[in-house]
Nanobody
Framework: QVQLVESGGGLVQAGDSLRLSCTAS????????MGWFSQAPGKEREFVAR????????QYADSVKGRFTISRDNAKNTMYLQMSSLKPEDTAIYYC?????????????????WGQGTQVTVSS
């Protein structure tokens, strides 16, 4: 079991930057692969980025490549999403997720645990 709490969302203008954080409870954070997903109103929750247990592998949705950077600090039980060059279409609730599985890290159903989400709103 792990509890996840996101923070760092807010209201920004297009072109601005924002850093989201996801802090996990417990002492087994490094046992989980982690991911970020986003959900806009009326849309399905979709993959944004993921990072492997030791942080050596990352993967991004095409829509955020070159703009977002995922990272983790296992000593702090924290994962981050550095978001730059934000666009209005990035507006969504961003969810932190963790999984003990070893496959399909870009799919919602692969993740066992979810945070409550943090709202990111990008104005034009």
């Amino acid at each position: 079991q792990v509890q996840l709490v996101e923070s760092g969302g807010g209201l920004v203008q297009a072109g601005d930057s924002l850093r989201l954080s996801c802090t996990a409870s417990g002492r087994t954070f490094s046992s989980y692969a982690m991911g970020w997903f986003s959900q806009a109103p009326g849309k399905e929750r979709e993959f944004v980025a993921r990072i492997s247990r030791a942080g050596g592998t990352t993967q991004y949705a095409d829509s955020v490549k070159g703009r977002f950077t995922i990272s983790r600090d296992n000593a702090k039980n924290t994962m981050y999403l550095q978001m730059s060059s934000l666009k209005p279409e990035d507006t969504a609730i961003y969810y932190c997720a963790a999984t003990d599985k070893h496959t399909n890290y870009d799919r919602r159903n692969s993740y066992n645990y979810w945070g409550q989400g943090t709202q990111v709103t990008v104005s034009s």
